[in-house]
């Protein structure tokens, strides 16, 4: 029986010097990955607040709530300390996405929105602040937390 190589080539960086000045730019500032980013962020809460959400959108405040703790944990003064908010928000969309799979309706409790939209706000001055390389260790920590099985999910698999 053979073995099967787990060989993945690496992408090649053709510009260095255009990369490494990319990792210092400011993600607010740039059309596609800040104001894209907020726009579909605040588009997810609305579609919620409107009573039109979909599991969908659940998942984008998800990845975004998740993406300002994991911002948080890079550097300090992206919001360290309104560690407790995103907890409280992080548990409300839980919350939320429970009740929403076994109702078929996904809505927020009043103090659940007061919560999450808190943190949207905060997640939005993060994105003005953070660098791109910021956000880049933030997908990985993000992305890590979901391999290594430490997020919860809202509907377990089988």
């Known amino acids: 029986m053979k073995k099967k190589s787990k060989y993945k080539p690496r992408g ?5 010097l255009s990369w490494i000045v990319a990792g210092f730019k ?3 500032s740039l059309p596609t990955a800040g104001v894209a980013l907020k726009l579909k962020n605040h588009e997810a809460l609305d579609s919620i607040l409107t ?9 984008v405040l998800i990845a975004a709530v998740n993406m300002s703790e994991a911002l948080i ?8 300390d309104w560690a407790k908010e995103i907890r409280e928000a992080q548990d409300a969309i839980y919350t939320m996405g429970k009740r929403g799979v076994e109702k078929g309706r996904f ?19 993060q994105l003005d602040e953070c660098s791109v390389r910021d956000m880049e260790q933030a997908l990985f920590i993000v992305e890590e937390e979901i391999r290594l099985k430490k997020a919860r999910p809202i509907v377990e698999m089988a």
Do not use: C, S, W
């Open 51 to 59: 009573g039109q959400g979909t599991r969908a959108h659940v998942d």
């Open 26 to 28: 400011k993600v607010g």
């Open 12 to 16: 090649v960086r053709y510009d260095n």
């Open 73 to 80: 944990r890079i550097r300090d003064e992206l919001g360290r």
């Open 107 to 125: 809505a927020f409790t009043g103090p659940e929105m007061t919560a999450v939209k808190l943190v949207m706000d905060l997640h939005d001055a």
